[in-house]
């Protein structure tokens, strides 16, 4: 009976270890992607970052919920402080949609450095969000530009190359072909954020396939959260 107890010990526990090991050694080691805008272009890696002094904090209550929700003896490199009265909270699915977490977006980010042509992330927001910071890779196309503006075509013309969007006749006819449309990841500012939701709404409007569009709710906010890479926008 011990034998048999062990056995099952081994299959049931041994994997969810090692997934563990490998969930932790994947989000520090990081993922090596290449930001670009306007011609300039920056090899970056992105990863969960710790400082040394951050490394061996102890997660208990008078550490990580005390004061400004962390005590005031931890260093400010191990902290960040946001608000928490702004927004309007998203549901956890929108349009029938994947939503995924931040370990889903390095993994994303593999696909995008790998095969860019068929994936892309997008950072949904203005472009002076974008500019300030972003997740490293990601394209700016701002959810007031993914419906077609006659007075601003540049801005479609991006939104149809960023998704490998094909026109089909006259642009106007607002008849496209998205059977090489690109997977993409999108995101805005966080879960209060509704600008990736917009962006989402706008573009399943103009037919492309839902299967192809993920939502990563989480957004900025949650990525600062968990101390993951950033990146000016800009390259500045």
Same mark, same amino acid.
């Given at each position: 009976?011990?034998?048999?107890?062990?056995?099952?010990?081994?299959?049931?526990?041994?994997?969810?270890?090692?997934?563990?090991?490998?969930?932790?050694?994947?989000?520090?080691?990081?993922?090596?992607?290449?930001?670009?805008?306007?011609?300039?272009?920056?090899?970056?890696?992105?990863?969960? =970052?710790?400082?040394?002094?951050?490394?061996?904090?102890?997660?208990?209550?008078?550490?990580?919920?005390?004061?400004?929700?962390?005590? =005031?003896?931890?260093?400010?490199?191990?902290?960040?402080? @946001?608000?928490?009265?702004?927004?309007?909270?998203?549901?956890?699915?929108? @349009?029938?949609?994947?939503?995924?977490?931040?370990? =889903?977006?390095?993994?994303?980010?593999?696909?995008?450095?790998?095969?860019?042509?068929?994936?892309?992330?997008?950072?949904?927001?203005?472009?002076?969000?974008?500019?300030?910071?972003?997740?490293?890779?990601?394209?700016?196309?701002?959810?007031?530009?993914?419906?077609?503006?006659?007075?601003?075509?540049?801005?479609?013309?991006?939104?149809?190359?960023?998704?490998?969007?094909?026109?089909?006749?006259?642009?106007?006819?607002?008849?496209?072909?998205?059977?090489?449309?690109?997977?993409?990841?999108? @995101?805005?500012?966080?879960?209060?954020?509704?600008?990736?939701?917009?962006?989402?709404?706008?573009?399943?409007?103009?037919?492309?396939?839902?299967?192809?569009?993920?939502?990563?709710?989480?957004?900025?906010?949650?990525?600062?959260?968990?101390? @993951?890479?950033?990146?000016?926008?800009?390259?500045?």
């Amino acid at each position: 009976m011990k034998v048999i107890y062990t056995l099952i010990f081994l299959v049931l526990f041994q994997p969810l270890s090692l997934l563990s090991q490998d969930l932790k050694e994947f989000q520090f080691d990081g993922v090596d992607v290449t930001h670009t805008y306007e011609g300039k272009s920056l090899d970056i890696t992105v990863k969960r =970052e710790m400082p040394s002094e951050c490394a061996h904090l102890k997660i208990v209550k008078d550490t990580v919920f005390g004061g400004d929700l962390a005590n =005031e003896a931890v260093s400010k490199k191990c902290k960040k402080t @946001f608000v928490t009265t702004i927004g309007v909270v998203q549901p956890m699915q929108i @349009f029938g949609l994947k939503t995924i977490g931040e370990i =889903e977006v390095l993994h994303f980010l593999e696909k995008v450095s790998d095969d860019p042509d068929k994936y892309t992330l997008v950072d949904a927001r203005k472009v002076q969000w974008y500019l300030d910071a972003t997740i490293p890779s990601a394209v700016n196309i701002p959810y007031t530009e993914v419906k077609y503006d006659e007075d601003v075509p540049e801005d479609f013309d991006k939104v149809l190359h960023t998704f490998n969007i094909k026109v089909i006749g006259d642009l106007k006819d607002h008849n496209y072909d998205f059977s090489e449309a690109k997977t993409a990841v999108i @995101f805005c500012n966080g879960i209060w954020c509704g600008q990736s939701k917009m962006a989402i709404k706008d573009l399943l409007d103009l037919g492309y396939p839902k299967e192809k569009l993920i939502w990563y709710r989480g957004g900025v906010q949650d990525w600062y959260l968990l101390g @993951f890479t950033t990146i000016n926008g800009d390259l500045k």
